[in-house]
C-alpha cells in the first residue's frame, strides 16, 4: 500500500515538472520573448508597399526608413535583427493588431492623432512629414492653387486628395486609384499632373532606381504629419523603452544616416528629428 501511494506520488510530480516545462518553453517563443539573451521572437508592424519606408522586396528581405527604425529600436530592447518577424500592417487593420496582440509595435507611416490616441499609445514621434504634391522635374506646379484645371491624382478615399479639392483647388480634376504606385505610372505617363499624399511617402517612391531624376517634391507643407510607433493601449513600460531608443538613435546619428540612405536620392527636405513628445499641429 505504501509502495502504491509513492508510485502515484511520483508520477503526479513527473507529470507536473513537464508541464511546467512545457509552458515555459511556450513563453520563449511569442512576440514578448526575452531578446537576444532569450532566444524569443519579436513581431513588429510595418507597411510592405510603401517604397522608401516599408518595402517587402523580391527577395524577400525588408527596406526603409520605417524598417531601419524599427530595426534599431527592436536591437535596443535587445533583439537581433534575426529575431525580429515583419508584420504587414495595412492602415484600417493597425489598431486592431495591436489590440489582438498580433504585434509588439507598429512603425508604418502612422501619424498620431488624437482620435487614435484613444484606442492605442504612442512612442516618439519619430519623423515630421508633410502632406506635398510630387510633379515632374520640369513642372510648373509651384503652389497647390496652380492645381485647379491640372489633373491630381491620390488613393481611393484619400485624405490628402479630398483637402486640395475641397480646400484649396476645388478646380482641380481628381482621379483616384487603389494605390500609389497605379498614380506614379499616371504621373510618368502624362497622364497626371500631380500625386499628393505625405512627402515621404513620395520622396520614397521618387526614389527607386527606375524613377530617379524624373520627379520633384514641390515642398508645399500643406499639413504636418507626426509619425510615431504605436504600442497597445496602456503598455506603458513598453512606450518608455522605444522613446529611450529612439532619442540614442537620433544622438547617435544612424536616425540622419537611415534619412539619408532612404530618401535621399529625391532631394527630400527633411524636417529635424521631432523631440520625444513634441507633436506639431
Known amino acids: 500500500m505504501k509502495l502504491r501511494k509513492a508510485t502515484v506520488f511520483a508520477t503526479t510530480a513527473l507529470v507536473l515538472s513537464l508541464a511546467a516545462t512545457a509552458c515555459g518553453s511556450s513563453d520563449k517563443d511569442d512576440d514578448s520573448g526575452s531578446g537576444s539573451s532569450g532566444g524569443g521572437k519579436i513581431k513588429i508592424g510595418i507597411k510592405f508597399d510603401q517604397p522608401g519606408l516599408g518595402l517587402k522586396q523580391p527577395d524577400g528581405s525588408y527596406a526603409g526608413f520605417d524598417v ?3 530595426t534599431y529600436v527592436a536591437g535596443q530592447l535587445g533583439y537581433k535583427a534575426s529575431q525580429i518577424e515583419w508584420v504587414e500592417t495595412k492602415s484600417a487593420d493597425r489598431e486592431n493588431a495591436l489590440s489582438r496582440g498580433d504585434v509588439k509595435f507598429i512603425a508604418a507611416t502612422y501619424s498620431i492623432n488624437d482620435e487614435r490616441k484613444q484606442k492605442v499609445d504612442f512612442a516618439g514621434p519619430y519623423l515630421l512629414a508633410h502632406q506635398d504634391l510630387l510633379v515632374k522635374k520640369d513642372s510648373t506646379i509651384a503652389k497647390a492653387t496652380d492645381l485647379n484645371g491640372k489633373n491630381l491624382c491620390s488613393v481611393t478615399g484619400s485624405t490628402s486628395a479630398q483637402n486640395i479639392k475641397d480646400k484649396i483647388a476645388p478646380k482641380a480634376n481628381l482621379r483616384e ?6 498614380c506614379i505610372a499616371a ?4 497622364a497626371v ?3 499628393t499624399t505625405d512627402d515621404s511617402i513620395l520622396a520614397g517612391f521618387a526614389s527607386q532606381d527606375k524613377f530617379k531624376g524624373q520627379f520633384k517634391l514641390a515642398g508645399l507643407k500643406l499639413s504636418n504629419e507626426n509619425y510615431g510607433i504605436g504600442v497597445k493601449k ?6 518608455t523603452k522605444i522613446n529611450t531608443a ?6 547617435s546619428g544612424a536616425w540622419e544616416t537611415a534619412v539619408t540612405k532612404n530618401f535621399g536620392p529625391a532631394d527630400y527636405k527633411n524636417e529635424p528629428a521631432p523631440k520625444i513628445g513634441d507633436i506639431v499641429k
Open 177 to 182: 486609384n487603389a494605390g500609389y504606385s497605379e
Open 234 to 239: 496602456g503598455d506603458s513600460a513598453t512606450v
Open 246 to 251: 529612439l532619442e540614442k538613435m537620433v544622438s
Open 187 to 190: 504621373l510618368q505617363s502624362g
Open 193 to 195: 499632373d500631380a500625386v
Open 68 to 70: 531601419d527604425v524599427a
